[in-house]
């Protein structure tokens, strides 16, 4: 805790971007992201829960933005692939929201 309360000082008296630095792991992180496919959230889910949630070594591996990764996982975590799905944009009145897995009428 004390090397990190140093490294947050030399931060902010060098008048730093604290953006740009993970403290809870070292190394920088993406601030943007780009466009994805489904299958390629999926594939980065599913890296990330396999190697302990370093959702700062994901982001950094697939260019995108840490707080993307972490999003992703939590509601991979909570709906399954279905929370994955692009959900921008109108929907019609009549569509019915994503069932989350496993819990499927089928």
């Known amino acids: 805790m004390i090397v990190n309360s140093k490294n947050w000082i030399k931060v902010y008296n060098a008048h ?3 953006n740009s630095t993970k403290f809870s792991g070292g190394g920088s992180y993406m601030k943007q992201g780009r466009e994805t ?9 599913r890296e990330c829960i396999a190697i302990g949630k370093n959702y700062g070594e994901i982001a950094l591996k697939y260019q995108v933005s840490y707080q ?12 399954g692939e279905a929370g994955l799905q692009d959900r921008r944009g109108r ?3 009549d ?5 989350p897995s496993g819990t499927g009428t089928n």
Request: glycine fraction near 4%.
């Open 95 to 99: 569509q019915t929201p994503p069932v």
């Open 91 to 93: 929907r019609k009145k």
């Open 16 to 18: 730093g971007d604290f």
């Open 68 to 79: 993307q990764v972490r999003t992703w996982t939590l509601r991979f975590e909570q709906m």
């Open 37 to 45: 496919t489904f299958e390629e959230r999926v594939q980065i889910v």
